[in-house]
């Protein structure tokens, strides 16, 4: 998966031979794929202290050189062989960089989200384009960033462009199916073929207005790579082949919600902070128990006014619990009261209420919010659960799913969805949440899912009247269990 990119910045120099005129290009090649930003124009330099290959992946060029950041951080030198690649064109003509050798080769990467090349590619265009095309020792090429042929043609329509533009088809590839795409008179003459085969389980999605056909390519296997894909119309000549590899059917670390571990403070007897992770172990899932217990302390006393030695001055309020749907424990998820100076007076009466929450992320101390959202590559279409639910009154349980695209620091959503159920469920039953996908043009960096007993905080357990002990405010309950992605595709 294309998440982001990392370019070399070479400097060519073009020899014309009438007039011995030297003309100098900066040129963009793909070096890289790995865990940077987008590289537009000029991003060839990496920051002081970055590795210049994430992941542990090197820059390797022709000579199996690894190539070392110098000291102003760039990661190239004037003169640098770039690494050879093939890439798609949106006519289905492939080009490879080593076809071109001993050609002038201008490569533009771009994207129709991107502000700056939407600017740059008119210049572009005008400045270069149409002044060199006919020039048999000059090729120009631009590279969409993981975009559909039917948003490259349309993106490219808009910008007025006409040099070739190539595909890079990774927003196209998900973990268990893969979408097709052609420019096509017909749908129904089109065929498509792997590895000589032609392919007959293939789900036709229609033709969209500027003549591009689509299909989904179902029932793949995730994370393996499949090559040599091609097209013919009407039986005609065969389009040059695509190679994909499918994206990863990755789960959710701790999805049972076997893994939990507490705290408890130096003096503490009745109440403790619960967290749904192993004792040094990794946090993934988080919950609001570090606010509920933040006025937590060891004094105590039934006159005491700093009184905050009992449960219901300090709750956790998502717990594990053995009244699980399989394996040895669940989520429980309470909205709970809690705060310094609560008096067990059999009412409820609590200093703070707080509706409890299990989610993805983690929880900032200093503001007192949860930072919803994890690091995720794959992109599910469902994600499904087991649960039961002791609501008060009319409340009703949230869960919601979201998939993100972080680029730059900014977040752009691709993804949601959300239930929500109220009524009592005395016996797990499972539930599913479908994904509505607003954005399948951009790759997922981040997930978040969110659990909350709901939006109520009545408590209708209450500690009883002079308990100087583990009496605590409770109001609705959610159980959760065994949590689980699904990627098939959906129609």
């Not at 008179?185 to 032609?198: E, M, P, R």
């Amino acid at each position: 998966m294309i998440s982001h990119m990392i370019c070399l910045l070479l400097q060519i120099n073009i020899l014309y031979r009438k007039g011995m005129k030297k003309i100098f290009f900066k040129v963009c090649c793909l070096a890289l794929l790995t865990a940077g930003n987008i590289a537009c124009t000029g991003q060839g330099k990496i920051n002081k202290g970055e590795s210049a290959a994430a992941d542990s992946v090197a820059v390797v060029m022709e000579n199996e050189t690894a190539l070392q950041a110098d000291s102003t951080g760039y990661i190239v030198k004037v003169g640098n062989m770039a690494p050879d690649f093939t890439v798609t064109l949106t006519d289905g003509k492939s080009v490879s960089l080593s076809a071109l050798r001993g050609k002038v080769v201008m490569l533009q990467f771009t994207a129709s989200w991107c502000g700056v090349c939407r600017k740059e590619m008119p210049f572009i265009e005008k400045d270069i384009w149409l002044k060199h095309k006919n020039n048999p020792e000059f090729a120009l090429i631009g590279i969409d960033r993981d975009e559909p042929l039917d948003k490259v043609l349309a993106f490219a329509k808009t910008t007025g462009v006409t040099y070739p533009l190539g595909l890079d088809p990774g927003a196209d590839i998900f973990a268990k199916y893969a979408y097709l795409r052609v420019k096509a008179k017909d749908a129904d003459k089109v065929t498509f073929y792997h590895n000589g085969s032609q392919l007959t389980d293939l789900i036709p999605l229609g033709q969209e207005e500027n003549g591009v056909v689509s299909f989904v390519w179902n029932n793949l296997t995730a994370g393996q790579s499949y090559s040599n894909i091609t097209a013919k119309y009407d039986g005609g000549k065969e389009l040059s082949g695509i190679s994909f590899t499918t994206e990863e059917e990755k789960q959710l670390p701790n999805a049972g919600f076997e893994e939990w571990h507490f705290t408890r403070p130096s003096g503490v007897q009745y109440w403790e902070v619960y967290y749904p992770w192993a004792e040094n172990g990794t946090s993934c899932w988080n919950t609001m128990n570090l606010l509920t217990t933040s006025e937590g302390g060891s004094n105590g006393g039934a006159f005491n006014p700093n009184r905050n030695a009992y449960r219901y001055n300090a709750n956790s309020g998502t717990i594990p619990t053995n009244d699980k749907h399989l394996g040895s424990t669940a989520a429980l998820i309470r909205t709970v009261g809690w705060g310094q100076g609560n008096n067990a007076t059999g009412s409820d009466n609590a200093k703070y209420k707080t509706v409890g929450q299990l989610y993805l992320g983690v929880y900032d101390e200093q503001s007192k919010v949860p930072n919803y959202g994890i690091e995720f590559k794959s992109r599910p279409r469902e994600i499904s659960f087991y649960y039961k639910y002791q609501p008060v009154d009319n409340d009703k349980f949230i869960a919601e799913v979201i998939l993100l695209n972080v680029t730059n620091g900014m977040e752009t959503e691709l993804a949601k969805g959300t239930i929500s159920i109220g009524g009592t469920i005395d016996k797990y039953i499972s539930a599913r949440i479908v994904l509505n996908y607003t954005n399948m043009v951009l790759k997922v960096s981040k997930i978040c899912v969110i659990f909350k007993a709901g939006t109520e905080t009545k408590c209708t357990t209450v500690p009883k009247f002079g308990d100087l002990s583990d009496g605590e405010y409770v109001g609705s309950q959610l159980y959760i269990d065994d949590v689980e992605l699904i990627y098939d595709y959906q129609e």
